[in-house]
Nanobody, 123 residues
Framework: QVRLVESGGGLVQRGGSLRLSCTQS????????MGWFRQAPGQEREFVAE????????EYADFARGRFTISRDNARHTLYLQMNALNPEDTAVYYC????????????????WGQGTQVTVSS
């Protein structure tokens, strides 16, 4: 079993930055693609970014490209999301996900999910 735990969310002002972390425990020997999704109140969950198991491929949603950076430290079994130039539209619960995926932006391809961390951007 794989367990994912997110951290690093919080309240930040417009233009600020946050770095989210997602630590994998359990079957850490599994090499999995890992990604970030988010869900705002009343909205569907949407793809943010994904990094392949060894970091060779990275995908971003259009809104994230240029502002967000995904990275991972496999030795620490941790995925990161550096978010800069945040705006109120980025307010959402951010989820970490893992799996063996062919379509990184399809949430149904990810078999493992964290509980989420709240990000709130004030204006």
């Amino acid at each position: 079993q794989v367990r994912l735990v997110e951290s690093g969310g919080g309240l930040v002002q417009r233009g600020g930055s946050l770095r989210l972390s997602c630590t994998q425990s359990g079957r850490t020997s599994m090499d999995l693609d890992m990604g970030w999704f988010r869900q705002a109140p009343g909205q569907e969950r949407e793809f943010v970014a994904e990094m392949s198991e060894h970091g060779g491929m990275i995908e971003y949603a259009d809104f994230a490209r240029g502002r967000f950076t995904i990275s991972r430290d496999n030795a620490r079994h941790t995925l990161y999301l550096q978010m800069n130039a945040l705006n109120p539209e980025d307010t959402a619960v951010y989820y970490c996900a893992a799996g063996s995926v062919t379509s990184p932006d399809s949430d149904h391809e990810y078999g493992y999910w964290g509980q989420g961390t709240q990000v709130t951007v004030s204006s």
